[in-house]
Nanobody, 125 residues
């Protein structure tokens, strides 16, 4: 059973925008932080962004800072990743992730205990 369901990926030209969504299909009792990772072909999975339970703390990787914005709507059990000014090097499978029983989460994949199946983002040059 999949706990996290991503959507919003697709093909876009350089400089374009996409918004990814991730619905928590099985909400847990208590707080949980959320995040996004990505994995390009032949590369390791890398951290993109994370957001705290209350949404008051956000962390971004240097490669996306200033271009991507993470947000969440707790009432809808959904988090978002708004991606602007996309570049070919942003091409990857993007994964939604969650850290349960925690207000905050960092940049290490080991912090997280649930993962979505991923959504493909392709940026053409």
């Amino acid at each position: 059973q999949v706990d996290l369901v991503e959507s919003g990926g697709g093909l876009v030209q350089t400089g374009g925008s996409l918004r990814l969504s991730c619905v928590v299909s099985r909400p847990t009792f208590g707080s949980y932080a959320m995040g996004w990772f990505r994995q390009a072909p032949g590369k390791e999975r890398e951290f993109v962004a994370s957001i705290s339970w209350r949404g008051d703390s956000k962390i971004y990787s240097d490669s996306v800072k200033g271009r991507f914005t993470i947000s969440r709507d707790r009432a809808k059990n959904t988090q978002y990743l708004q991606m602007n000014n996309l570049k070919p090097e942003d091409t990857a499978v993007y994964y939604c992730t969650r850290r349960t029983r925690a207000d905050y989460a960092g940049e290490s994949a080991a912090d997280y205990d649930s993962w979505g199946q991923g959504t493909q983002v392709t940026v053409s040059s």
